[in-house]
């Protein structure tokens, strides 16, 4: 990937490990104008990265690396764009609490190292940067492939695995998160605690930010659904299966269902009166309802406006109709 800047400026090293200073160099440290297009460079990875595994928002960015204690690796290639340099991918990991089941079916509760977004530049794929870039991770946080856990792991990602480490067999979990029987083997007794909770007290989804980005993009039933964006569906993997836009599930439009078109519905200026009446709802509940927690909050109060959009549809078209004497 070029940028307009110099990427060797940027990055001193092949690799640069970057936290949540977003630091790459001693340099960079001193110069805000160097953090800017540090920030450039994260934010169009995660974007592209998103793009490849048809996630409908990135996962990475720098505002999401500043607030959380991940660490991304960044590869570049220093010699190509007329030596300016360019950067070939990278590779985020981080620390998940996460409640996983072992292979008796039991729930265990452990803390490992897990592999959250994983990118090479598309022409670049297939080359080896991949394997050189999760090397090199493995040794700076010492630790071995089959003791990480990897969130929701796309089937180019379940192949790399396979190849370069021999992770085959993994054990079934019920949230997204992907561990292998070595897993389980090599953990001593004290890295995973048994959870002592009876079953339906344990949360089965852990969280993660995939789950988080689909939920707040999961799309709902006319007439309160927004655009529906491809998403990568882990039932529909297949070993086979690259995850390369090309094989991306095809965008479902609103065009393709004219039923389902606000516009032709009979009762448009009724509908207008009512969305009219929900934008106002939706700005006033957020301004009763808004904190810190955030975009939580804030879905909460699109939700309560969407309870008072129906109420107050089915109110006007009852209304209307027994003004037009059908009932
Ligand atoms: N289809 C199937 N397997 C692939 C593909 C592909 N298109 N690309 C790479 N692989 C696997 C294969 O096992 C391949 O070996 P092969 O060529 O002999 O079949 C092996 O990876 C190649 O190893 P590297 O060259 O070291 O890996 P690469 O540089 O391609 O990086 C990566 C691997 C990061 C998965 C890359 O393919 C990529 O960016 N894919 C798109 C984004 C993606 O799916 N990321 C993982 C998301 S899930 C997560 O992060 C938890």
């Not at 994260?42 to 505002?63: K, N, Y």
């Not at 996983?100 to 509760?109: K, P, S, T």
């Not at 670049?124 to 394997?131: A, E, I, S, T």
């Not at 909770?197 to 006319?222: A, C, F, H, N, T």
């Amino acid at each position: 990937m070029e940028f307009p800047f110099d990427i060797n400026q940027l990055f001193s090293e092949r690799i640069s490990v970057l936290d949540h200073n977003l630091v790459a160099s001693r340099q960079s440290k001193e110069r805000p104008d160097l953090v800017a297009n540090i920030v450039t460079v994260v934010d169009e990875l995660g974007r592209a990265s998103a793009r490849a595994q048809q996630l409908p928002a990135p996962i990475t960015s720098a505002s999401k690396l500043q607030s959380q204690k991940h660490q991304v690796y960044l590869m570049k290639d220093r010699e190509s764009s007329r030596g300016s340099g360019i950067v070939v991918g990278f590779l985020k990991v981080g620390y998940k609490k996460l409640f996983l089941l072992d292979r008796n079916g039991a729930h265990v509760e452990a803390e490992p190292l897990c592999v959250l977004d994983f990118y090479v530049a598309e022409t670049l794929q297939r080359h080896g940067y991949g394997l050189e870039l999760f090397k090199f991770m493995l040794q700076h946080q010492n630790v071995e492939p089959e003791l990480m856990a990897y969130d929701r792991p796309s089937t180019k990602l379940l192949a790399f695995l396979a190849k370069h480490y021999s992770l085959i067999q993994s054990v079934p979990q019920v949230n997204n998160f992907v561990a292998f029987e070595g897993f389980f083997h090599k953990r001593t007794v004290a890295q995973l605690r048994r959870v002592k909770k009876p079953d339906g007290e344990i949360k089965p989804y852990s969280s993660m930010e995939r789950e988080v980005v689909r939920q707040e993009q999961r799309s709902l039933p006319w007439p309160f659904a927004p655009p529906q964006s491809p998403q990568r569906s882990v039932s529909s993997l297949s070993p086979n299966a690259g995850s390369s836009p090309s094989r991306a599930p095809p965008c479902v439009t609103h065009s393709s269902f004219p039923r389902d078109n606000r516009e032709h519905s009979p009762q448009s200026p009724l509908i207008d009166c009512c969305r009219t009446r929900r934008s106002k709802l939706v700005r006033v509940t957020k301004r009763l309802v808004m904190d810190e927690s955030g975009q939580r909050v804030e879905s909460l109060s699109v939700w309560i406006s969407r309870l008072i959009f129906v109420s107050t549809f089915q109110l006007c078209s009852s209304l209307s109709r027994s003004q037009l004497g059908f009932n």
